[in-house]
């Protein structure tokens, strides 16, 4: 379910689980390319979906996380 519009702690943790999906998605991706391109390929489109739906960028989706190097 999702909580477009809608703030509050709900619409975070959401918000970070997609963020967090969405990064285990492209990772899935970059990993199968090869063994799977097709697959590979969705994943990469579900995950920019993902991310797309809740207007962030990659330096947002570190920031999101609290993800440091």
Do not use: C
Request: charged letters at 40%.
């Amino acid at each position: 379910m999702r909580y477009r519009g809608q703030e509050g702690p709900m619409h975070d943790d959401t918000r970070r689980d997609d963020i967090l999906i969405a990064i285990a998605l492209t990772r899935f991706s970059v990993q199968f390319e090869a063994a799977d391109p097709e697959l590979a390929d969705r994943a990469w489109r579900l995950a920019a979906d993902r991310l797309v739906e809740h207007s962030v960028d990659a330096r947002e989706a570190v920031e999101a996380l609290d993800l440091k190097e």
